[in-house]
């Protein structure tokens, strides 16, 4: 797998990282087999200078980590570039393999805060391609820790996997799984196999590295969660 992590790249006027990181890996996945693309929630912090909800994305592609991992970074770098937002402050990191103190470093950002040498210090031990695109670069933290974060499999949620985006309204539990979700089960992990979910605005967890539907039961149909 390849993972891009990206963040800090809108502003109050523009649309979201997420937006942007869809948007990019809908040009990738002309060339590369596309896993998904992920929103890892970090720290809600009136220190942490933030948009909105202070989140990042991450891109996998199910690619051979012999790829040419500097070209790929030279290609979203440029895409990321051509849709800079005055007053953003973007990151952008890839990674082929990805060192447990990467994924360590994604939870302390979920927690405490953190500066952007403490992530460029820790991507140049582990070899990681890290680059701030503008402003004051902190999005190099973000950014990295999405890396990690989507590395474990076991955090955010999916905004895009599959054809669960053209989803609408209340559809069965067969048709979200042929949509591209791996499962459908409940907070408490029961498998869920009848009934209608409604798919609204459907974001999957991601859980053991797969997209995972966890919902509520309301009445007649199954309701999807939005988990962190």
Known sequence: ????????????????????????????????????????????????????????????????????????????????????????????????????????????????????????RLAEANGLLLQGLGGTQDGVIGAMAAIGLAACGEDGRYIYVGQVRDLSGLQSVQTVIDAGVTAVRTLDGTSVTQGLLLVDKLRPARRGGQPVAVVNWEGDHWQPLKLD
């Open 1 to 120: 797998m390849i993972i891009i992590g990206l963040d800090d790249t809108d502003n109050l006027e523009s649309r979201g990282t997420g937006h942007l990181a869809r948007q990019i890996a809908a040009e990738l996945a002309v060339d590369f087999p596309l896993v998904g693309v992920t929103r890892h929630q970090l720290l809600v912090d009136r220190r942490v200078p933030c948009t909105k909800n202070n989140s990042c994305a991450a891109i996998t592609l199910d690619v051979d980590s012999d790829a040419d991992l500097p070209r790929l970074f030279e290609r979203v770098r440029e895409m990321m570039l051509a849709e800079f937002q005055p007053g953003s402050d973007p990151g952008l990191c890839i990674a082929a393999e990805v060192p447990v103190e990467i994924t360590e470093f994604g939870f302390q950002v979920k927690r405490e805060l953190v500066d952007q040498e403490q992530a460029r």
